[in-house]
């Protein structure tokens, strides 16, 4: 049979229900209404507070930025950074060539390397950017010893080639157990052409 509360055991279940109503009121017309979205404003305001620093800082790197770009065209040298060539085909195809010499260089590294597909990327040019993109994709089937080797000699070697999309999956017919041999990769190689005669892009 259930007893009646006695009087002390009211008063503290009607000061616990009354704190969580209290709770509950301020949570619904407080914390949601006001803090919250007043809280998302000031990180907002926070992250725009950054975004105008950095923008700022570059600003004033701007005119260091253009002597230093001047300079570098105007260096003999510095062309050899860009692949060489004026018809995008012609130059995609020196391309794929070049990533046949490079991933040969390290194809008996380890457990080796080898192309198994390659195909050129013709990118969308864009009128605004100064320089003409040409961009080829690469199938390997490469152990990671030969793998890195390549790497490294695609980020220091010239003319300067940059990997838009690395894609790296142990290959199904794998052991289960130990070394993975060789792995399937996908590269997407990005250079630039060097400009036409008479079209030296504008700083």
Not at 9 to 23: F, K, M, S, V
Not at 90 to 115: F, I, S, T, Y
Not at 139 to 155: F, I, Q, R, V
């Amino acid at each position: 049979m259930r007893r009646d509360l006695t009087a002390r055991e009211r008063r503290g279940a009607a000061l616990i229900a009354l704190a969580l109503t209290l709770w509950a009121a301020w949570w619904l017309l407080v914390q949601s209404w006001f803090l919250g979205p007043l809280t998302g404003i000031e990180t907002q305001a926070d992250s725009l507070r950054e975004q105008q620093q950095r923008y700022a800082g570059v600003l004033q790197q701007r005119d260091a930025l253009q002597q230093q770009l001047q300079q570098a065209r105007r260096d003999p040298a510095s062309r050899s950074s860009l692949l060489p060539g004026t018809d995008p085909s012609g130059v995609a195809a020196d391309l794929m060539q070049r990533g046949l010499d490079l991933v040969k260089a390290h194809a008996e590294q380890g457990p080796g390397c080898q192309v198994t597909q390659r195909m050129p990327i013709t990118p969308e040019q864009n009128s605004a950017e100064p320089y003409r993109q040409v961009k080829v994709s690469l199938t390997l089937e490469c152990a990671m010893e030969p793998l890195t080797g390549l790497l490294h000699d695609l980020e220091y070697a010239q003319p300067f080639l940059f990997v838009d999309h690395l894609s790296i999956r142990r290959q199904t017919s794998a052991p289960a157990s130990g070394g993975a041999g060789r792995l399937q990769v996908n590269l997407l190689l990005r250079g630039y052409l060097q400009p036409a005669a008479g079209k030296e892009p504008e700083a």
